[in-house]
């Protein structure tokens, strides 16, 4: 079995000075859920090359038993540091695809043409897709085969208003990811805040939050192994 996880390219928190990107938990419990499963995960990314690490998801109070094994893994950082350019990517050659959160995927994901077409070409090929956090960012712009967005009428999740608000971050993102599903269309629903929460529609899976990040990975995997 062959995933792909696309990463973000984005390293800067708007115009704060402050530095962003991928949050390590939610790339490496997903990561290593599957890996251990057999399956060969493929890292991309908008620009390829190195995928920017958020400096917060690395502090000590966020590390998990799955992000200090991401830190002594020389292959995995390997991987990290030479990702793929989305555009060089075939949905073909992958079973599913994953997009793991940060704020970075607010400001290029969302927004990533070539992004939006992959994701297109998985659901049109009814394949898994998952996002966990800010991720679903990245459906932003993603439309079904009907032209209508993909969310439109579907279960979803992702990082909630007050989650944002929470990290004070509000007025600093470009959007709330919360608001914009509802705006296309989502059926959105939420768990506690920081809790662990995610829902799947047809091949869709999404997480609320770095703690969802596990869920998703199982539900994920459950998927595959049906097909």
């Known amino acids: 079995m062959k995933i792909l996880f696309v990463l973000t390219s984005h390293s800067q928190m708007g ?3 402050h530095k ?3 949050w390590v938990e ?7 859920t599957l890996v251990d499963q057999g399956v060969d995960v493929t890292i991309a990314t908008p620009k390829g090359g190195v995928a920017p690490v958020d400096p917060t998801s690395d502090l000590p109070q966020n590390a998990t038993e799955d992000t200090e094994r991401f830190n002594k893994d020389k292959a995995v950082q390997k991987k990290i540091n ?3 350019a989305l555009a060089d990517i075939n949905f073909e050659d992958y079973d599913a695809v994953f997009y793991p959160g940060g704020h970075g995927p607010l400001w290029d994901l969302a927004e990533d043409a070539t992004s939006a077409k992959l994701i297109e070409d998985f659901n049109a090929a009814k394949k898994p897709i998952a996002f966990v956090c800010h991720a679903p960012a990245a459906l932003q712009h993603v439309k079904n085969a009907k032209g209508e967005f993909l969310v439109k009428g579907k ?3 992702g990082f909630t208003n007050e989650e944002e608000e929470a990290v004070q971050l509000t007025n600093v993102v470009p959007f709330l990811v ?3 599903l ?3 269309g989502g059926i959105y629903s939420k ?3 920081w809790a662990a929460y995610a829902v799947e529609d047809g091949n869709l899976i999404t997480g609320q939050n770095p703690a969802s990040s596990a869920l998703v990975a199982e539900m994920l995997l459950k998927m595959l192994q049906k097909k």
């Open 155 to 157: 279960k979803v999740t």
């Open 178 to 180: 919360e608001d914009m």
């Open 82 to 84: 030479e990702t793929i």
């Open 26 to 32: 939610e790339f490496a419990n997903p990561y290593y």
């Open 20 to 22: 962003t990107g991928f």
């Open 15 to 17: 115009d704060t000075g």
């Open 191 to 193: 768990g506690d805040n």
């Open 182 to 184: 509802k705006e296309k």
